[in-house]
Every structure is written in C-alpha cells, then in structure tokens.
C-alpha cells in the first residue's frame, strides 16, 4: 500500500520507502517490479521514494495491519430470558444489568472507515498495539444501548430477598459516536514500574442518555411515564475541537496494572504525569439539556422540571491514579 | 458471564500485564509496586470492588453504589457552569477549579479521594404506577488536599473557616458567604481555594446532585450527621473540615510537573 510521494523508475526491480518523516512499517512499504529504464532519474523531490538494500528489506514486514469494521451490528436480548450482567457484592448486596440490547448504524459503503489494528512504533522506540478507531466525520456509525439496572440489597442464592430490590428502571443512550482516536497497548515505560501501558482518545458525542424509571412492558416496550434526560452530550478537545487524548502512550502515558503494598492488593489505572513539557491536553464537556418529565395522570399535561445545560470550558487531568481497592 | 468474572478475566490479564516490561532498580520516592504471586493472584477478583446501599427516608428511595477506591489526582477545570437557564441565571458557576497546587511541594501538587459513590433518588413503585426518577448525587467518603477555587455562584452548603471564623453559605445561588454570627460578609470569590481536611482526617461531606424536587440525603457518615436538605437543580454540599487558603481571591497554580 502506498502513501509516499510519487514513485521513480531506477532501472531494476525495487522496494521503495518513503524517506520523511519515518513512519510505521505499515505504513512505509511500497514492493514494486518495474521494467529496465535507460534515462537517468530526476534528481527526487521531497517526499521522493528510495530504494531499500537487501537487508533493509529483510526487516520489512509486509503487513499494514487489520482493518476491521462492524456492519449491521446488533446484539437483542431474549424477552423471555434477557442476557443479564450481576455483580455480586461479599456483603451480599448485587447490582444487575439485564435485558442489554447493543446495536450500531452503518455508513453506506461498510469498507470506507474501519477500525485499524496494527502494530507500530512509540516515540521511545518500543512496539505498541494500536486499534485507531474510525473517523467516522458524517457521525454514520451510531451505537445505542438500552438495558433495565436494580441494585438488590440482599441476593441470596441468585434470588433478591423481598423488599430489598431497588429497580432503578430502563437506561437508554441514544445516537453515541466515537470520531477518531483509539487505544493503544505497549509495555510500561516507566522504571520500576510493571504493566500495560496504554494511550487512550477520542471525540464523543451522545445524542441522549435517559433513565426511564418505569422500565419496559413484557413486549420490551419501554414506558415513557417518567424519565431523567440527558441530552446531547459532546466531550472534545478544547483547543482542536477534535480528538480528546486523556492518555497518550508518547507523551502523558495510562498505566493498568495490579499491585502490592503495604496496605495490601489493588487494582492500579493511572494516567501519569506528563513526560514532556508540551501542554496536557484539556477537554471541553457540554450537556446541552438536562431534564425530568412526568406523564400527567387522567389526562393532565406532563410535568418538566428543566435544568438547563452545563458545561465545562476545561478539563485538564494531570495526573490520576486510581486503586481499586479488592478487600484483601 | 457475571462481574465477578468479568474481574477474574481482568486479574488475570493483570498477571501477563505483570510479566511485561523489564525490572530496574527501584526508584527511591516512589511507591514500590511489586508483582502478585499466584496465591496472591488467585485471591484478587474484584471484590468487595462495589458496595451497595439501599436505603428509605422522608418517602423517597436511595440507592447508593460506593467504588472502594483511593484516587489521587491533579487536574485542573476551568469554565464550570452546571445549570446554566434560558434566563442566564446559573446554578453553580465556578470560574477555576484546581485539584491540587505546584507552589508547594510534591506532597500538596495532589488531591487524595476515598470512596467515592453515586446514589439515585426515587419516589413512588411501579405497584401503584406513580415511580419517579428524583434526581441523583456524586460525592466522596473523603477527600484530602489543597483545592484551588475561584466560586462565582454557588447553590449549596458551604461551612468554611476563614480567619474571621466560621462563614457559610446555605440556599440557591448564593454569591457570599455570612459568618459573625450574620453580621459580617465574604464574596464567595474573595476564597481562593480551601485545605479540605485537618490533622483529624479527610474532609467527609462533598457531594453534587441534581434534583427535580428538595431532597434530604441520607448520611454518608455518622460522624458528620445528615446534611442540609438539597434543593431542586444542581445543589453542592461541602461543611466538614474546609480551611480557607485565603481571602484575597488568589487562585493557587496547579502546573504539572514533567517526569513519569
């Protein structure tokens, strides 16, 4: 695959690379079987392509990497046996997921804006697994979820004890896209420090995000009756506009890993401080409306309760650790 | 597949996590991290990751989720507008928000967070067809640090000691806080940042919740006591053991410092 400037002929049968910037061996790789040619080549023009030696060849791999997409992707559950996610708490309280239904919007032409898989090169030269998610610029590539919650305050033997159920309803997100950006794996930079590093981006929007406190009928219909709204929300990056990196594998590296101290095991996610002195990148968040509707009974109007929009201008993480905390 | 194993999955891609990467000399300040051995490893599964407390008050339903977890950050907001109205009113409208301080030393550049929890609020069954979502809150079990503000609009508690003693701020949109007994007065913006925590302990009483209608929230700690009843809109709580940096309304910077 090609993406360097235009090629020349050198009267043999060639490999040709992009001379600058250095780039990702996926992405530098050009073979190609030219006929013998007698004129001497141009001098090349910026960007020119140049022949590779044979051993430069030798440590080319040819790939340019996995690119993937997930066209009329829908996941239902059943009605009558819905696919249900439990937490179960030791001091025997639970938080359940059940009835998830997960689907996705397509763009017309299903191979036009992927997901990439690939592996690449770091700034400090070690190889990291990078999943680059689509542009997605037109927004075509729409998730929505839907799924009911409860948090039961005393499950036994997988059954809720009565009056201990909390049924928090149906959660609904409508219209969620992801333009750009990505995950990206490599090894822990860090001295001392085991684990996955990881870079993390991209621009959000979601059209709604709404909790129906009556949840669903028998027939999955959900009931309108009552709802808490949260509508368009849209986290980017505040000076681009664009992707958001809250952790970046270069310059303001995540680390996951699992650790001992003194005070005993945790589950460790952190974005650390940054390793170079360009500015952290900042985020705006802006929720355009928040608000809460109740149907009117007999006939009466709907009642709303509207609490406007919120926002943030700036939202700079410099550092954050986490530890989860696992109870040994 | 349940939590639980979803967790078990992740402890054990923790353990190939563990075998990536070199091993070098450890360096002197930093936390020493060190890899799980398998009966280690085989009793890390996430529990008691998420506690869960169901709770009734005053007619309405609680339903809290607290994440066992200790969070220690830096960060820096700026432009925080939470309900803002159609008539250009604003509930809270804070212009700079700055977890942790670069003045000082590495110990005050951040801000210590312990179980923090979210809680819905309900009303009503689904028996007699009248539930209702009531609002929801975010807040901490604890929180520790020198936290830079420059408040604008506030509505809420607020408790904060000042060097004129105790001032508060109690109701919707307030723009000052009143101590002296009443008889005196501080522009919420004078404050330029507040110490949460005393040599007896974290701060316990942060949270922000959303509302339809007023609400009293259950206690997160009884050492504390109920807080005040939280009104509809975005509502902020935050008494227990705040000391003003200082009344001038100069905001700490927080710049991040460069190294791993």
Redesign the interface.
Known sequence: MMRGGTPSATGRAIAMRRLAPPCAAATVLLALALPAAAATPPAPPAHAMQALQDDELAAVRGADGIAFNLNNFSLTSSLTNPLT???????G???TLSGLDLSRTDDADQFADPYQLSLRSTTAGTQMIAIDFPLNAAGNQRWSLTADFA???SLAAGVCAAG??????TLQILDLTMKGGGLYVA??????????AFGLGTQLDIGSLS?Y???RAADGTIDH????ALSGIHLVDATTGGVFMLADLDKHPGL??????ATG????LQV??????DP?PAATLRIDN?S?T?AGVNGAAATT???????????????????????? | ????N?LAA??TM??C?????S?????SG???????DDA??S????????????TSQGGY?F?R?T????????????????????DGT??IDISTLRF?RSDLDDAH??VAIANPYFE?V?SGS?AT?D??????RVGFGGITGDVGLLMNTVSGSLTINTPSGQMSSLGSQSTALTGCSGSCSLALNQIGGVTAGTADGASRDFFLS?L??AVTYPTTNAAVGAPATSQ???WMNWTDRLNAINTTGSVPP?V?????
């Not at chain 1, 095991?265 to 460790?268: K, P, V």
Request: hydrophobic residues 40%; charged residues 15%.
């Open positions: 996610l439990t937490y179960a708490s030791p001091n309280s639970a938080l948090n039961c305050g201990t159920n909390f049924f928090g309803g090894p822990s930079q860090v001295a001392s420090t085991e684990g996955i909790v406190s009556r949840g009756g009552d709802v808490l996951f890993n699992a650790a001992t101290d095991s945790y589950l460790h650390g401080w940054p390793t170079t002195s952290v928040i809460f109740t309760t509207n609490l406007g929009s919120a926002s943030i201008a700036s939202l700079q993480i410099n550092y954050l650790d986490i530890k989860f905390r696992t109870g040994q | 597949m349940t939590t639980r979803v992740h402890a923790l353990a996590a563990l075998l990536v990467g091993a070098h000399a450890q360096d930093k936390p020493r991290l060190k890899p799980l280690e490893l009793g890390v599964y996430g529990q008691a990751l998420l506690d869960l407390t169901n339903d339903s989720i994440l066992g977890a200790d969070i220690t950050m830096s960060s820096t907001l700026s432009g925080l507008v939470l309900g803002r109205h159609a604003t509930d942790g550049r951040t819905w309900y689904a067809g539930r209702q979502v009531v609002g929801m959303i339809k209608s509809a809109g975005f927080n991040p410092k460069i190294g791993p």
